[in-house]
């Protein structure tokens, strides 16, 4: 065998080796996510306390048969909080990404179909709010409007539209100069109509991709806007709160509260991230290596 064949089997076999790695991965990350959205899902009936109930005898007790992983400063049980914290603080960053994928996508679309004009203006507008971070405008929201989770999803949904819109609209002005949209064109077929059959369809591996990347950030920035008290407040279980909460546990020496939140929040984005670059590879055809 000839020393280029050898390499050649040796690029195959690496190629082999690097694709079932990536696979692996890409099955682990969708495990947890998949796994994540069954607990909240399933709460109320795995959950073995209410997630509010306050014991007082059962202070800050450690992992035990009755509490699994123990309870905080109210005696509350933290197992049965971070599954039903699951819900809220999955909720949230679905609504914003869907917000911002939606919309971004259909400004970037018909940026890139009409051009002139109107895609300056889109573009100038993705721009500005792009040069503002989504917490502080978060933050801004919260103070003209008060703090709370609803004013953190509008906020942040606005936030994230130019991450979406941008990425979408390059895509999509490459798509619309393809062969066989000027087809389309010839045929008459209505402007609207190529955009949503077909230029959307084409988009939407894209979109999928940076839906699944940008939620497990937006989470983060979710949990990020309750840890600091302009979220969701007590006594809701959720995430970003339930670290913010177990502060003066950790003071205490009792910070199960804030690690095990902590934890969730930290693998479930990591997870997502593993995801969106495994999809990413797999959609889109992008190199593996």
Known sequence: MTTYQLAAKAGVFGRGRRAARGNGVLIGAGAVVALVVLA???????APYDPEAVDPLAVYQGSSGAHWLG??????DILSRILYGSRLSLLAPAVVTLVASVVGSALAISAAWLGGWYDRVVSSALNVVFGFPGLILAVVGAAVFGAGLQVAVVTLSVAYLPY????????????????YVSALRMLGVPGWRICLRHLTPALLPLVLVQVTVSFGY?????????????????????WGLMVAQGASGVLAGRA????????????????CTLLGNGLSRRLLGEDTR
């Not at 983060?220 to 279980?237: E, K, M, N």
């Not at 199960?256 to 997870?271: D, K, R």
């Open 71 to 76: 309870t905080d400063d109210t005696g509350r």
């Open 218 to 238: 937006t989470l983060l920035d979710v949990a990020a806007f309750s840890f600091i008290g302009l979220g969701a407040q007590p006594p809701t279980a959720e």
């Open 256 to 271: 199960e509260q804030s690690l095990y939140a902590g934890l969730v929040i930290v693998v479930f984005v990591i997870a």
């Open 164 to 179: 979406v819109a941008r990425t979408v609209r390059g895509a999509a002005l490459r798509e619309v100069h393809l062969p």
């Open 40 to 46: 909240a899902v399933c709460a109320p009936l795995i």
